[in-house]
């Protein structure tokens, strides 16, 4: 067999093509097509790996499954190439995201959120915002005009009659937000959001056009419960809440939490490193959860065992009852220590009931990219690197 085939798993015709995997690894770009930068979600998975493994491992019309989902990437690539998708998280601003990202809009519902962009536009050159009630982070209290500017937008996307549209318009806003506080060392000006509002609602409206063509060109007329699902869940009780799906899943393809990597999905940066709440506040969401709630542990426990192994395991358990027998788990993870704990995992893998559909799959790897402002004043920062697990229900 040639050195660039993986193998053939049982009654899935397709080969998994290693050279075409590690270039998709190696890919650090960041995603610009379909609806991919309509929000960056921290940690993404690569759309490019995704799509190599829902061509590889599904064919259209199979139903696939992301208990992680984030951002929205397996789903975004799994509706765009015809497939099915039932997707999940715990956090509700991941199921926010995805649902928002995921969903193609119809042409009516892309000239609702149009025609509501322009009239903000004019809206807001003539703006003078009032400085809002205070935020506290750290102890600090600070009232920034950016974000005085920034709640009215929300405000106004309750304005919107299409709900679609004013789906779209919230992950705008969000955007603007990010883009304007997150990660930076010094906050985005309340008089520069204007264009960066134009810029950001350009690029929704034409990616999701494209996007949306390309989900209906590829089969999907519409879409409803039995192609495309986002659902608020513990990973642990999946097989409980789709029961009508077990063993109907042909291809899961997702990226867990990192043991011991410090990620921060609900919170953001501003002000330097300071840490706010505020994309759970700007849409309501509870955000009384502190972030080990969300990556299964703290940075500073790298004992896996203590929790992360048996937190997995439960989760294994119920991706496995979903599976279809021969199904495949594709999975991206990073570890502190690549040693030991690639071991420790691949043995819980096996006592649920996975083969590894070849050994060396852990070579199929790559850095995590980092593009946080702080970390270039570090020269030596450390990475974490990703390898991509492929994994047969036996």
Known sequence: ??????????????????????????????????????????????????????????????????????????????????????????????????????????????????????????????????????????????????????????NDTENIQDSAARCLAQLVVLNVAKRSLDGRSR?????????????????????????????????????????????????????????????????????????GVHVLYNRWQVHGRKETDLPFRLLSFDSRYVASFYTLGTRANLNMKNNYLRTMERVLKSIHKLLVPGGVLAQVIAFPRNDGHISEYEDLMKQVGFRLIKSNMSAVRRHVPNRKWYTQLVKHSRQPIEHIFIHKKI
């Not at 929205?72 to 995805?98: K, M, N, Q, Y």
């Not at 520069?192 to 089969?219: E, K, P, T």
């Not at 192609?227 to 608020?232: L, N, P």
């Open 1 to 154: 067999m040639s050195n660039n085939i993986l193998g053939r798993l049982g009654n899935i015709d397709e080969y998994v093509d290693l050279c075409r995997l590690k270039q998709a690894a190696l890919d650090s770009a960041r995603a610009r097509n379909l609806t991919h930068r309509l929000y960056r979600y921290p940690a993404s998975m690569s759309p490019m790996i995704t799509r190599v493994l829902i061509e590889n491992f599904s064919k259209k019309n199979d139903i696939l499954l992301d208990p992680f989902c984030g951002g929205g990437t397996t789903a975004i690539e799994a509706l765009a190439l015809g497939r099915r998708i039932i997707c999940s998280d715990i956090s509700p601003f991941a199921c926010f995201v995805t649902r928002a990202k995921a969903t193609p809009l119809s042409s009516g519902s892309i000239e609702a959120f149009s025609h509501w962009y322009r009239k903000e536009i004019d809206i807001l050159k003539k703006y003078k915002p009032n400085k809002p009630k205070p935020l506290e982070i750290s102890g600090k209290k600070y009232s920034p005009l950016t974000h005085s500017t920034i709640l009215k937008l929300m």
């Open 187 to 259: 906050t985005i000006p309340h008089y520069l959001i204007n264009g960066i509002f134009q810029r950001i609602s350009n690029d929704a409206i034409g990616n999701m056009r494209a996007y949306s063509s390309m989900v209906r060109l590829n089969g999907a007329n519409h879409i409803s419960r039995s192609s495309f699902r986002v659902t608020q869940c513990d990973a642990k009780y999946l097989a409980n809440n789709l029961s009508k799906l077990r063993n109907r899943i042909k291809l899961v393809v997702t990226s867990p939490p990192y043991p």
